[in-house]
């Protein structure tokens, strides 16, 4: 089969070489992918043009579109290919317009949530001519204060502050001086739920779904969870926590209302939901939906997979998942992510990448890298490269990542050093 992966970050890397390791693809395109992505697969620069996009397709006679990130799911990529006469024939990985808004609009989302029953965190949403009356109900709740863009902020758009004139400044910020853009034009304010966050992850054809292997991933760049939010600095899966009976509750209370609901409103899903749990005294509660997979946590998850992902991919585009034998890899496996110093803020590019000949035992998911005149790999993004590593237990795998980090080095280069550390307390 003829595959085509949208995206170019860590996330895709990971997802390209379990698609290259599949016995049913017979080529892998990328677009527009990374200079380490070229491992599994040819990479192409399409654009984000849907119709270029489509024509690529035709050419080629690409059999499924696996769409990475979010945005050209909430633009309606699989939208586009299904009112195609001559696109509609291939098997989207990735939901509807309809279904995107999921994460399109946390709006949307919580009240879904709401409508089917999802134990989620009691919120309200304003706009901007609600400032006044935010600012009133932001009173009523106890510190930390949760503030959330309405759209897409690339994973950025969710302020947790404990200062009460803090929080309203920064509701001003949103509201007022649009500091999300157009993502901020609608804020929710919704109750903090203290406890320990999980990342779930469900493959589904609209119908039946297979729960992957679930995993914790670390967001904030420094140590112990202080400084501002990144894209993730690193991932664990197996998440010692979610145990059977934890998962029987998400399975029960959330994965089976959101699939039974998704029907009842006549979204046509087929793909990835990614469920961000809050474990709260072995209560699991609702944070977010997204419509695709996590990132870093895909650098985690992807390499438990062992059966063949390609075959779920088919069998969803022929509304056969309840089929596939998902098989998962017993052991643990951790990621730990490089970044450019100075990263989520200003950072620079174009440092030239040693030591990744050196690498033994690990995978190297490339996230922003690129090649540079003289053919060196050089740093291309905040987020620059995941290492991960398989262990019999949490500190094996952990201690295999740092060994091989130990022999990678460009200038300024930064990672932290406590990833999993919380769950081996």
Not at 65 to 88: A, C, H, R, T, Y
Not at 93 to 114: Q, R, T, V, W, Y
Not at 138 to 159: E, H, Q, S, W
Not at 305 to 310: A, L, N, P, R
Request: net charge negative.
């Amino acid at each position: 089969m003829k595959i085509l992966l949208l995206g170019s970050g860590g996330r895709e890397s990971a997802i390209a070489k379990k698609i290259s390791e599949s016995r049913l693809t017979d080529k892998l395109f990328i677009s527009p992918g990374n200079v380490g992505m070229k491992e599994w697969g040819e990479c192409v620069s399409i654009g984000d043009d849907f119709e270029k996009i489509g024509d690529f397709c035709k050419k080629e006679k690409v059999d499924i579109l696996v769409v990475g990130p979010e945005q050209p799911l909430v633009d309606g990529i699989s939208d586009w290919f299904s009112n195609d006469k001559d696109l509609k024939g291939i098997t989207v990985i990735g939901p509807k317009k309809k279904g995107a808004m999921l994460e399109g609009s946390k709006d949307f989302s919580k009240a879904f949530m709401n409508k089917y029953n999802i134990p989620t965190a009691k919120y309200k949403t304003f706009g901007v001519n609600d400032l006044e009356e935010a600012k009133e109900f932001l009173k009523t709740l106890k510190p930390p204060y949760v503030l959330k863009a309405d759209g897409l902020a690339a994973g950025k758009g969710v302020l947790i502050i404990n200062d009460l004139l803090e929080a309203e400044k920064e509701l001003d910020n949103m509201l007022l001086d649009k500091k999300f853009g157009k993502a901020s034009e609608k804020v929710l304010i919704e109750e903090f739920l203290k406890g320990i966050e999980c990342s779930v992850f469900v493959l589904t054809d609209g119908c039946s779904y297979k729960v992957l292997p679930v995993a914790k991933d670390y967001k904030r760049i420094g140590e112990k969870d202080t400084g501002l939010n990144t894209g993730g600095m690193g991932s664990v899966s197996p998440v010692p926590f979610a145990d059977n009976m934890f998962m029987d509750k998400v399975e029960k209370n959330i994965i089976i209302p959101t699939i039974q609901g998704l029907q009842e409103e006549n979204i046509d899903y087929k793909g990835f939901i990614f469920i961000g749990l809050m474990n709260v005294e072995q209560e699991p509660y609702v944070i977010e939906y997204n419509v695709r997979m996590g990132d870093p946590e895909t650098e985690s998850v992807f390499p438990r997979i062992k059966s063949d992902i390609v075959e779920a991919f088919n069998l969803i585009g022929q509304d056969r998942l309840k089929d596939y034998k998902l098989e998962i890899d017993d052991r643990v496996v951790t990621s730990v992510m490089l970044v450019s110093g100075g990263y989520p803020e200003h950072y620079e590019k174009g440092n030239v990448i040693n030591g990744l000949d050196c690498l033994q035992d690990c995978i190297a998911f490339h996230a922003g890298t690129k090649e540079n005149e003289k053919k060196e790999i050089v740093t291309n993004g905040g987020r620059v490269i995941s290492i991960t590593c398989f262990g019999d237990d949490m500190q094996k795998a952990l201690n295999k990542c740092y060994e091989n980090i130990n022999k990678i080095s460009w200038q300024a280069m930064y990672y932290r050093k406590d990833i999993g550390k919380d769950l081996m307390k």
